[in-house]
Nanobody, 121 residues
Framework: VQLQASGGGLVKVGGSLRLSCAAS????????VGWFRQAPGKEREFVAA????????NYADFVKGRFTISRDNANNMVYLQMNSLKPEDTANYYC???????????????WGQGTQVTVSS
């Protein structure tokens, strides 16, 4: 399976971006999907996750109320809508496939290339 995250870019504080995660070679509907991020010099951290059918979502505390994860299984896509962006959201964002929508990176088996998000103040 190949995953590709896209939609990153440069945005000002308070702005919005929508990240997309596309999969090829596997049906995303068979998996939970998580978003993680990693900033330079920092550890990878959990952002959000969604169960295989979208019935359960899981968010890191620092994004609750600002980010929304969703999925479109018919089109094999998962999205991360990011609003009210802050400079501390600057990082490389990755999507990953797992069995359950957990917050540990070790629960995910397949990782895609990241997409860079930069929030300027």
């Amino acid at each position: 399976v190949q995953l590709q995250a896209s939609g990153g870019g440069l945005v000002k504080v308070g702005g919005s971006l929508r990240l997309s995660c596309a999969a090829s070679g596997r049906k995303l509907s068979n998996y939970a999907v998580g978003w993680f991020r990693q900033a330079p010099g920092k550890e990878r951290e959990f952002v959000a996750a969604i169960s295989w059918n979208g019935g359960f979502t899981n968010y890191a505390d620092f994004v609750k109320g600002r980010f929304t994860i969703s999925r479109d299984n018919a089109n094999n896509m998962v999205y991360l809508q990011m609003n009210s962006l802050k400079p501390e959201d600057t990082a490389n964002y990755y999507c990953a496939l797992g069995r359950l929508a957990r917050d540990r990176w070790s629960d995910y088996d397949h990782w895609g290339q990241g997409t860079q998000v930069t929030v300027s103040s």
